[in-house]
């Protein structure tokens, strides 16, 4: 009924940048939360970033100043700019989302993965 699809991941060097889009699609009726974790080597997955419908954002202590979430409502889509870039940072992100979808007549609550994107940073 409703999938993420996630774009942006790639090879970086350190110190440099690189920007995920997600965008989510289907009969979708209201998006509560979009966020992104990461999930590295041999680590269990983390929360990044996480944007609220309020427009509220969190952040992970180790992104903040360097990462920036930020939606688009009217395209269902969240951005997650990742700015000096770390080693550390190398994980799959995965996109989520916190959202209600149509089904009939009625609206379903539903928690949704994307397939994930590699970031690797490394020299």
């Known amino acids: 009924q409703v999938q993420l699809v996630e774009s942006g991941g790639g090879l970086v060097q350190p110190g440099g940048s690189l920007r995920l889009s997600c965008a989510a699609s289907?009969?979708?009726?209201?998006?509560?939360?979009m966020g992104w974790y990461r999930q590295g080597p041999g680590k269990q997955r983390e929360l990044v970033a996480v944007s609220t419908s309020g427009s509220s954002t969190n952040y992970a202590e180790s992104v903040k100043g360097r990462f920036t979430i930020s939606r688009d409502n009217a395209k269902n889509t969240v951005y997650l700019q990742m700015n000096s870039l770390k080693p550390e940072d190398t994980a799959v992100y995965y996109c989520?989302?916190?959202?209600?979808?149509?089904?009939?007549?009625?609206?379903?609550?539903?928690?949704?993965w994307g397939q994930g994107t590699l970031v690797t940073v490394s020299s």
């Open positions: 989520n989302a916190n959202l209600y979808y149509t089904d009939s007549d009625t609206y379903r609550h539903l928690e949704v």
């Open positions: 289907g009969s979708i009726f209201s998006i509560n939360a």
